[in-house]
C-alpha cells in the first residue's frame, strides 16, 4: 500500500480508512474518527517533531526550501521515483 504523505495530511480519515482496510483491521468510522483525532491533535506526541504549524503548510515545501541546484540534482537521480509519486511530470 501506497500513501503519500499529501494525501494523509489533506484526507487524514480517507487514508486512515485505507491502511486499516488494507491490513484487515476495523476501518468503519467509529474506530478511524478517533484515531484521526488522536494522531493529528496539537497535544499528539507527533506535534513536537512538527516543522509548521499547520501541517497543509509543509506540503511542498520543498519547492522553495530547496536551492534550483539541489531539485536539479535531486530530479537527475530520482527524477524516476519523483514521477512515479506524482512530485513532478
Given at each position: ?5 499529501e494525501?494523509l ?6 487514508q486512515?480508512?485505507?491502511?486499516f482496510s488494507?491490513?484487515e483491521v ?6 478511524v474518527?478517533?484515531v484521526?483525532k488522536k494522531?493529528?491533535?496539537?497535544q499528539?506526541?507527533?506535534a513536537?517533531?512538527?516543522?509548521t504549524?499547520?501541517?497543509?503548510a ?5 519547492r ?7 531539485q536539479?540534482?535531486?530530479?537527475s537521480?530520482l ?11
Amino acid at each position: 500500500l501506497h500513501v503519500r504523505y499529501e494525501d494523509l495530511i489533506l484526507a487524514p480519515e480517507e487514508q486512515i480508512c485505507r491502511i486499516f482496510s488494507y491490513l484487515e483491521v476495523d476501518s468503519s468510522s467509529q474506530v478511524v474518527e478517533p484515531v484521526a483525532k488522536k494522531v493529528f491533535s496539537t497535544q499528539s506526541d507527533l506535534a513536537a517533531h512538527s516543522t509548521t504549524t499547520d501541517p497543509k503548510a509543509s506540503i511542498g515545501r520543498w519547492r522553495h526550501d530547496m536551492s534550483a541546484d539541489l531539485q536539479e540534482h535531486c530530479a537527475s537521480k530520482l527524477g524516476f521515483a519523483l514521477r512515479t509519486f506524482r512530485y513532478m511530470n
